[in-house]
Protein backbone atom coordinates (compact mmCIF):
# COMPACT_ATOMS: atom_id res chain seq x y z
CA UNK A 1 0.00 0.00 0.00
CA UNK A 2 1.44 3.45 -0.31
CA UNK A 3 1.02 6.03 1.95
CA UNK A 4 2.25 9.87 2.02
CA UNK A 5 5.01 10.27 4.98
CA UNK A 6 6.81 14.01 4.62
CA UNK A 7 5.57 14.43 1.65
CA UNK A 8 6.47 11.51 -0.70
CA UNK A 9 5.25 8.44 -1.25
CA UNK A 10 6.32 5.43 0.66
CA UNK A 11 5.10 2.25 0.16
CA UNK A 12 4.85 -0.39 2.92
CA UNK A 13 2.65 -4.23 3.30
CA UNK A 14 -0.58 -3.83 4.25
CA UNK A 15 -1.97 -3.21 7.86
CA UNK A 16 1.71 -1.83 8.63
CA UNK A 17 1.98 0.18 11.89
CA UNK A 18 3.29 3.39 12.62
CA UNK A 19 6.12 1.57 14.24
CA UNK A 20 6.68 -0.54 10.92
CA UNK A 21 7.04 2.75 9.32
CA UNK A 22 9.58 3.84 11.15
CA UNK A 23 11.86 0.96 10.89
CA UNK A 24 11.79 1.54 7.06
CA UNK A 25 12.46 4.88 7.22
CA UNK A 26 15.33 3.82 9.96
CA UNK A 27 13.95 6.46 12.26
CA UNK A 28 14.91 6.28 16.28
CA UNK A 29 11.56 6.13 18.00
CA UNK A 30 13.40 7.96 21.14
CA UNK A 31 13.74 11.07 19.33
CA UNK A 32 10.71 11.34 16.72
CA UNK A 33 7.20 12.45 16.93
CA UNK A 34 4.61 11.27 14.60
CA UNK A 35 1.80 13.44 13.34
CA UNK A 36 -0.91 10.98 11.26
CA UNK A 37 -3.58 12.51 9.40
CA UNK A 38 -3.23 15.89 11.03
CA UNK A 39 -3.38 13.87 14.49
CA UNK A 40 -0.25 13.75 17.06
CA UNK A 41 0.20 10.18 17.77
CA UNK A 42 1.35 9.04 21.01
CA UNK A 43 4.27 6.54 21.44
CA UNK A 44 2.66 4.41 22.94
CA UNK A 45 -0.14 3.90 20.00
CA UNK A 46 2.63 3.29 17.43
CA UNK A 47 2.68 -0.44 17.59
CA UNK A 48 -1.05 -0.61 17.78
CA UNK A 49 -1.83 1.74 14.99
CA UNK A 50 -2.67 0.21 11.71
CA UNK A 51 -2.07 2.37 8.76
CA UNK A 52 -3.98 2.36 5.23
CA UNK A 53 -3.59 3.15 2.12
CA UNK A 54 -3.38 7.11 1.22
CA UNK A 55 -3.27 8.11 4.65
CA UNK A 56 -0.63 11.04 5.32
CA UNK A 57 2.49 10.75 8.24
CA UNK A 58 4.48 13.80 9.04
CA UNK A 59 8.00 12.29 10.60
CA UNK A 60 9.94 14.74 13.18
CA UNK A 61 13.05 13.35 14.36
CA UNK A 62 14.96 15.41 16.75
CA UNK A 63 18.63 16.49 16.90
CA UNK A 64 20.81 17.95 19.32
CA UNK A 65 23.69 19.78 18.59
CA UNK A 66 25.70 22.96 19.68
Do not use: H, Q
Not at 16 to 45: H, M, N, Q, S
Not at 60 to 65: A, I, K
Amino acid sequence: MEIMVNGKTCTLKEGATVTDALKALGAVPIYTAVEVDGRLVPKEDWDAMALKKDMRLEVVSFVGGG
